[in-house]
């Protein structure tokens, strides 16, 4: 069984990936000014709710009840989905899920094999998790995209860069010149109207012509086997209603106990992903109705990782997650640099604690590190996940990992890490070393500044100023003043 | 007690009466408290006059202050990291030291934080009660400088006289995990002479993050050009805050940029008094 998430295996550590991202000033600007938009319209539509914190609360406690019965409610949920209609398969990992999305794809495939197999895809940012997109191309299926920013990355070639605006990093000019290339209108203008008219266009061909969609699911409920996709265009409706065939792929920790939970996350979703009081369009759907919508449901439950997070009662946080990427908006180190950096389908502060435990730390041990800690995720967060808490956490498993190899031990990191533990046990050996840092900065001093300090401290001035380390401490005046007040 | 005239407020200040304006010119001397100082090791090291202020500040209202000699570190720089073993005896350390502590003042939000937001959790991994014990009995007497001052003494105006244009930057860590917002704010303008003007978008990481700032020295510096310019913008003269870190981080950009805009922790504007020494201004 192999676990992975997206390409982030191969991923750059993030702060390499982070120093190319920087360079690019179209796209941090891009990123500044969506991330700015989304966060002031989030901060207005909470503000004007009395119970937020009532209902961060609730949808913590939920979630937290959920992953602790998860066993129970996974169970509930299939044979509900069952008995209305639906056929539910379950995927241990990407691969699993891959193959049973392409062999049902391949069961309800007209059979003339003149015409190439395509399905229609929406909402589905855990097919993306499984790299769904490449193994259906591989088997010979044609994927579209037809969430409007889904389908820009993928006309342009690109990867999603966020979690609810997958193409937040495109202006429209960038996304005008894609569907020229992609769409053939050379004429195409950048005003919105235009631009979402080509799309619709271009959608609405395939919506009528494809027999066959694949979705993804905000919340599965067990007590009525009910699935449900939120969204603002109108483009999932179609999706949902519109083909003969629909397969689900949804993530394990998506489900909720009852069809009453929902009214806790259909206040706090959207408002905290997209600013609004609710989603333009809130599909539900149980089993198959006949004559109305898709006559064959499949939903297909993704573990890929997460079984594994629910043994320890931090990182079984993580699952609570309802993917409305508040965080990412709030973060000011995605602020800089974008979705992209951290190397998986999952960025911002969620995707740095995400992408390490889905997968393997091995893979993703810079993701922890990528944040100050400052605590404006959490801060933001509708299901309350302590996200900084969550960073520390993973922190220590890199470090204690790193400990057990020579060359972690024998890392610059560690070794300055351990002596200053050991300095700081001993207040004399600390005083000798506040004593020797003030000798040796001598040699790196200009004009009263260090500007050019080696070692670690290198990353320090190579952007910053540094005032030398004075030549009293604090506990030196004490000591003084004491011995003075002694000998008056 | 004492009667005293409105006007001779300030001396009074100075002599470590503490106005109380809400009961006309009576003024009244606090209950003098033994105050532990954890001074912090960074500020011990590189910023010793914050303690030197914080020590004649608390002093001057009458309080008597207390340094135990063996204080270091408090963990964070080692629990931030991922070295959790190694923040265990810091933690322990600073537990002994304090334990019999009246009240503890901390001139670093960010140090409090560390102590509120992970002590108890570093207790519980350790499976030691006792620790978590401790722990539990002397968190509700630390106290981080501003908050000694509003919360604990119940004071907002010191007395201070500091005649410049600040700016205040509020630290992620105090105001996220410890929720102090309107503390500081109140106790700047009640300063004399002091004229301080709101930082634009001030709840933004400075991009400071303790190590982070060298592990990810480039996003940090992103994070701090935003800053800057924030500050620049402002024209104010001095940049405050209740963490030296974080003022660190925001010189070290300005003074890089030739920009002579002063970084000031707060507890050196709040010791300024007009015509008497402490007051670096």
């Known amino acids: 069984m192999s676990i992975r998430v997206g390409k982030a295996a191969k991923a750059p550590a993030f702060p390499i990936a982070a120093h190319k991202a920087l360079e690019n000033n179209q796209l941090r600007a891009n990123v500044r000014r969506a991330t700015t938009t989304i966060r002031n319209k989030r901060a207005l539509r909470v503000e004007e709710m009395p119970d937020w914190e009532a209902l961060r609360s609730a949808g913590a406690a939920i979630k937290q009840h959920t992953l602790a019965h998860l066993d129970h409610y996974l169970e509930e949920f299939v044979a509900n989905c069952e008995r209305a209609g639906g056929k539910v398969h379950w995927a241990r990992d990407a691969d699993e899920a891959n193959s049973i999305a392409i062999n049902l794809i391949r069961t309800y495939a007209p059979k003339d094999s003149t015409t190439p197999v395509e399905v229609i895809k929406v909402k ?35 990867e999603p860069s966020h979690i609810v605006v997958p193409a937040l990093h495109k202006n429209r000019t960038e996304i005008r010149d894609i569907f020229r290339a992609s769409m053939n209108k050379p004429e195409l203008t950048d005003q919105p109207e235009d631009l979402t008219s080509a799309a619709r266009k271009y959608l609405r061909e395939r919506f009528l012509r494809t027999k066959i969609a694949v979705s993804g699911a905000n919340f599965a409920i067990a007590d009525t086997g009910t699935v449900c996709v939120v969204e603002s265009e109108g483009n999932g409706r179609m999706c949902l209603t519109l083909p003969e065939v629909l397969i689900t792929l949804v993530g394990i920790e998506k489900v909720i106990p009852s069809f009453g939970d929902l009214e806790v996350y259909l206040q706090t979703l959207p408002r905290s992903a997209t600013g609004e009081r609710m989603n333009p369009y809130n599909s539900l759907w149980t089993g198959v109705t006949p004559g109305d919508g898709p ?16 043994e320890d009662e931090m990182e079984r946080e993580t699952l609570q997650c309802i993917r409305c990427a508040a965080c990412l908006n709030a973060c000011p180190v995605y602020r800089e640099t974008g979705g992209h950096a951290y190397g998986s389908i999952y960025s911002g502060p969620i995707g740095a604690i995400l992408s390490p435990q889905l997968q393997s730390l091995e893979h993703s041990r810079s993701l922890p590190y990528a944040s100050t800690l400052c605590g404006a995720c959490y801060e933001v967060c509708p299901v309350k996940i302590n996200i900084p808490e969550v960073l520390i956490h993973l922190r220590g498993r890199v470090v204690r990992e790193d400990q057990k190899t020579l060359k972690g031990k024998l890392g610059v990191e560690n070794i300055a890490m351990q002596a200053a533990a050991t300095i700081f046990r001993n207040e004399r050996r600390y005083e000798a070393s506040q004593r020797l840092a003030r000798i040796g900065q001598l040699a790196f001093e200009r004009k009263g500044m260090l500007t050019n300090l080696p070692g670690m401290a290198g990353g320090w001035t190579a952007t910053r100023d540094l005032k030398p380390i004075p030549s009293h401490s604090f506990r030196d005046w004490w000591k003084s003043r004491k011995k003075k007040g002694a000998s008056n | 007690m004492w009667l005293i005239p409105s006007e001779c407020e300030p001396r009074a200040v100075r002599f470590g009466i503490q106005p109380d304006r809400s009961s006309g010119y009576f003024l009244r001397r606090p209950t003098p408290l033994r105050i532990a100082l954890f001074v912090a090791c960074y500020n011990d090291t590189l910023f010793p006059q914050t303690g030197v202020a914080v020590t004649e500040l608390l002093e001057r209202l009458g309080h008597t202050v207390e340094f135990p000699l063996a204080q270091t570190c408090c963990g964070q720089m080692h629990y931030n990291t991922g070295y959790h073993g190694e923040a265990v005896p810091l933690v322990r350390r600073f537990v002994e030291l304090f334990r019999d502590a009246e009240t503890v003042c901390v001139p670093s939000a960010s140090c409090v934080a560390m102590m509120r937001e992970h002590y108890e959790l570093i207790a519980r991994n350790e499976d030691d009660p006792a620790l978590l014990a401790e722990v539990q009995a002397l968190l509700p007497r630390v106290f981080e400088f501003s908050e000694l001052l509003t919360k604990k003494l119940k004071v907002t105006d010191v007395g201070a006289h500091f005649p410049h244009s600040v700016t205040y930057h509020p630290s992620c860590h105090s105001l996220r995990m410890l929720n102090i917002r309107e503390e500081p704010l109140t106790l700047l303008r009640a300063v004399d002479g002091l004229n301080l003007i709101e930082l634009p978008n001030r709840e933004q990481c400075c991009g400071f993050g303790g190590t982070f700032a060298v592990k990810n020295m480039d996003v940090s510096t992103a994070m701090l050009a935003e800053k800057k310019a924030c500050v620049i913008e402002t024209k104010a003269e001095v940049v405050t805050s209740l963490d030296n870190s974080c003022l660190m981080q925001i010189y070290g950009g300005l003074h890089r940029d030739g920009s002579n805009v002063r970084t000031v922790h707060i507890a050196e504007i709040l010791n300024s008094v007009k015509g008497l020494a402490g007051g670096n201004a």
């Open chain 1, 124 to 158: 589905t940012m855990t097919s993306d998790e499984i790299q769904m997109n490449h193994a259906l191309e591989a088997a010979g299926i044609t994927p579209i995209e037809t969430d409007l920013a889904d389908m820009i990355v993928q006309l342009g070639h690109d």
């Open chain 1, 295 to 310: 006559q064959h449901f499949h939903v297909i439950l993704l573990d890929n990782g997460r079984t594994k997070l629910l």
